[in-house]
C-alpha cells in the first residue's frame, strides 16, 4: 500500500491514475503557492532596501537632492568617515573611539619601525642632538599588530596628544614632558612603569639592541585602557582637520612639487616624492626609502605638511630644544603640487587650524597626512 498525502492507492488503476494527477496538481499548487510568497518577500525585501538606499542617497545627496558639499570642515562627523583621513573607511566598532598616539624612536639605528606606514597621522620633530621622533597616530588600534620602537615623551607631543584626545604611548621621558602630562591629565601609558603593555621584542633587542626594541600591539592595549578604566570614548565625534569629500581631491593652488626636501637637522632630512600613479607621496630619509618593518612596504602619504614656528634650545647638557605649538607660516603639499599655508593652535586642547594664504579654511584630500615642524629658517625646498 503507497501513500499519497492522504490518499490510498487501493481501488484500481482508474482510481490510482486520478488520484495520482489530483497528487500532482496538489503538490504544483502548493509549488506555486511557495514561489508567489518567495517571490513576494524577494520584492518586498528589495522595495525595503531600494527605499533604504534611496534614502541614504537622498541624505548624503542633501533634501535638495543636490550632490554633497565640496569638503568636510574640521569637527564634521560623517558615519564611518576616519577622522585622522577623511576617508569613510573606518570599521564600525572604531567609530567615535578616541585615537592612540605611539611615540616612536627615529635613529637610523632604530629603522625599520614596525607599522609606521599604517599610521592615520604622522607628526616628525627634533628630540634632542638633531635626531626627530614621531608621534603617530592611529584611529583603529585595537588590531594594531606589533609597533615600535617606542622612545621617550616631549612636552610639545604631549601637547599634540592633548590636543588630539589621544592615549599617548611611550616609555619615560624629559621631566618637563612627564610634568606637562602630570599637570595636563593626558591619559598615557608608560612603558617605565607597565612593562605588559609596552615589551622588549627579542628580535629587535637581538639585531638592533634593547634601548630600540620597546614595542606594544592592539591587544595588550585593549587589556591596558580596560584595565585601567582609561577612557576609550572620544570627546568630540568631528574630523581632525577639514577634509575634501572622497572623490573630490585637488591639487593646491601653487607650485610644482614632486620633490619636497625637508631638512631637520644636519643628522636627518627627510624627502617626499612625488608618484603620480599612486597619488601619494613616498618618503625617504639617511638616503633611502623610510620602510616598514610589519610589511615590508615604504611609507606613503597623501598629504604633506610643513609647519614652521619657533625652535630654541633649552640650553641643557643634553641638547634637548623647546618648540613653540602657537602658529606660523607653513607648506601643503598634494598631488604633486603645494601651495603656502598658515597655521594656529590657541590652546594645548585646540586642534591645529589651517588656513591658506588668503585667510580661508584649508581642506586636506582625503588619505593619510605627514605633518613635519621644522624652524623659522630652516631651508624647505620643493621642486
Known sequence: MRICGTVFYEEGKMILMKKTILCFLTAACVLVSCLCLSSCGKKDAESSSSASSGASTSAAAGSDGQSPQASLPAGTKAGTINPLTGRSDLPSEAVGQRPVGIMINNLEAATPQHNIA?????????????????????????????????????????????????????????????????????????????????????????????????????????????????????????????????????????????????????????????????AVYAKYQFDKGQMDAATGKQVEVENVLVLRTAITPTGDSLGHVDIQLKGGEGIYASMGRCQDIQWSMESASDPIQLTDSSGQELSLNPGKTWICIVGQKDDVTAE
Open 118 to 278: 599604517s599610521a592615520d597621522v604622522c607628526y616628525e620633530m627634533q628630540a634632542e642632538g638633531g635626531i626627530t621622533r614621531i608621534l603617530a597616530l592611529y584611529s583603529d588600534w585595537r588590531n594594531l599588530s606589533m609597533t615600535g620602537s617606542i622612545r621617550s615623551a616631549r612636552p610639545y607631543f604631549v601637547e599634540l596628544a592633548q590636543s588630539h584626545d589621544c592615549i599617548y604611548v611611550h616609555v619615560g621621558g624629559s621631566q618637563d614632558a612627564l610634568d606637562a602630562i602630570q599637570s595636563s591629565k593626558v591619559d598615557s601609558i608608560n612603558g617605565v612603569s607597565d612593562s605588559v603593555t609596552i615589551w622588549r621584542d627579542p628580535g629587535r633587542k637581538k639585531s638592533m639592541g634593547s634601548v630600540h626594541s620597546c614595542v606594544t600591539d592592539g591587544e595588550k592595549l585593549i587589556q591596558c585602557v580596560q584595565k585601567r578604566e582609561i577612557r576609550t570614548q572620544a570627546k568630540s565625534d568631528g574630523t581632525a582637520f577639514s577634509f575634501r569629500a572622497e572623490g573630490d581631491s585637488q591639487a593646491p593652488q601653487g607650485q610644482s612639487c614632486e620633490t619636497l626636501t625637508v631638512p631637520f637637522s644636519s643628522y636627518v632630512t627627510s624627502r617626499f616624492v612625488y608618484d603620480s600613479q599612486k
